[in-house]
């Protein structure tokens, strides 16, 4: 099978848990067969003088990708289509003639590629890895860190407050913006031959928008490259310290601030923290940087999936007390692929991804996660028993692949009806 892959960004000008996933289903369709392409935005602009816009072909493990670039004043608004740029990339899908189109993410592109494609006839899949179709900030919290979960579908004076602001046009033109931006979801929602959430948690909140019907919503949990790994033996921890581990994208919403909170009220010298990742500014980064200060705290920047497997033998739990509603938590699943326990937070898909290999605190409240730290220091026995059920129902790059191919032809064969 022919397949595009439209993605906002790829390895390796940036790495998120989309770009991983993206990345990891890519290889594992072409190690099947499958001829892959990937038509990915950029956070770079093009040259002034490319009149067209600027599209850079690369090479990334074996695979062509196109990078188109914006260019000058072709930025991200509340109503994001560009249809220069929309056009662009329905031309360069055009050239590679694909059985499928499969939509991961349009920012950096135009928020109308889905709905473009397929009145060219095209079958175009998405998956649904957050919440920006219909979330000017992707995760449905807002600045002051509250979720709007329980608000969705999101009214619209709830998300004018919210992004007020930030909008420096002002209110009526945010209203207006806004507007378009709920019409072009409606209709980009419906191009979708199929959508694919991660999981059921957040396909029973996709459902509540109105967006999709129930037949063209489909659970399929990510892959986890870590899960063909044999995990290594668990760290011993004769020395009765308690070593945490963390990693990802470092956004203020990942809640590693409340992490570091927590810590501090537990006060004991044998608490420890790993941190993996690079801070999105130099001001969260300054943040971090004093709220560790006196801490047991090592921070090692910039990762790759291959540095993660020596952390069963450094760490004894995972902790990811994010603030977002996560639509999965690739973090929590490479965490229990490695054998590791998890403490996650209460927010978005994160419980259902933790299941019976560890535990969960409320999200924004570190004296809960304090009290759980404190009660594992006095007694760590609950680690194994979480320890032990870590890698149950992991989802190896092969078989998502070979279970995303039948989705593939399950919307051919619905199209073609």
């Known amino acids: 099978m022919k397949v595009v892959h439209v993605v906002h960004q790829y390895p390796p000008e940036f790495r998120g848990g989309t770009e991983s996933c993206v990345q990891s289903l890519a290889a594992a369709q072409r190690a ?12 770079l602009r093009c040259d002034p003088r490319q009149v067209e816009g600027e599209v850079r072909a690369d090479r990334v493990d074996g ?72 979330c000017a900030r992707f995760f449905l919290v ?93 760290r011993d921890r004769g020395d009765g310290r308690l070593v945490l581990a963390t990693w990802g994208h470092l956004a203020p919403a990942k809640g590693v601030l409340d992490l570091l909170a927590a810590m501090r009220l537990v006060r004991d010298e044998r608490l420890a923290l790993l941190v993996l990742g690079e801070p999105t500014d130099a001001v969260h ?23 993660l497997p020596s952390l069963r033998a450094e760490a004894d739990v995972a902790v990811f ?5 996560e639509t999965f938590g690739l973090v929590v699943a490479e965490a229990r692929a490695l054998g590791l326990p998890v403490i996650a937070s209460d927010r978005g898909a994160l419980p259902e991804g933790v299941g019976a290999a560890g535990a969960v605190v409320p999200a924004a409240d570190p004296v809960a996660l ?37 989705l593939y032809a399950r919307a051919l064969s619905g199209r073609r009806r």
């Open 63 to 134: 695979i062509e990708v196109l990078r188109v670039l914006r260019r000058t004043g072709e930025n991200y608004s509340m109503d994001y289509r560009l249809p220069r740029v929309a056009e662009q990339v329905v031309g360069l899908v055009g050239q590679a003639a694909p059985d499928v189109v499969h939509v991961h993410h349009t920012l950096n592109l135009s928020a109308d590629l889905g709905a473009r494609l397929a009145e060219r006839g095209q079958a175009v899949v998405a998956t649904l890895h957050d919440f920006t179709l219909v």
């Open 285 to 307: 980064a300054e943040a971090l940087l004093d709220a560790a200060e006196g801490l047991d705290v090592t921070f090692r920047g910039r990762f790759t999936a291959d540095d």
């Open 370 to 406: 304090a009290h759980l730290l404190a009660a594992l220091l006095r007694d760590g026995r609950p680690l194994l028993e979480w320890a032990g059920a870590a890698r149950d129902e992991q989802l190896t790059p092969a078989a998502h692949a070979d279970a995303v191919a039948a």
């Open 142 to 234: 807002r600045p002051d860190g509250q979720s709007c979960e329980r608000s969705f579908p999101l009214p619209s004076a709830r998300c004018v407050d919210c992004v007020l602001p930030d909008f420096p046009a002002g209110r009526v033109a945010l209203e207006h913006e806004l507007h378009a931006r709920q019409h072009g979801a409606a209709a980009e929602a419906d191009a979708y031959a199929l959508a694919i959430v991660p999981r059921e948690t957040i396909r029973a909140r996709w459902l509540r928008s109105g967006l999709f019907a129930p037949e063209r919503l489909v659970t399929l949990p990510h892959a986890v490259a870590l899960a063909d790994r044999a995990p290594m033996p668990p």
């Open 321 to 325: 007390p994010s603030r977002a509603e």
């Open 32 to 43: 099947r067969g499958d001829e892959v392409l990937v038509i990915a935005g950029s956070g």
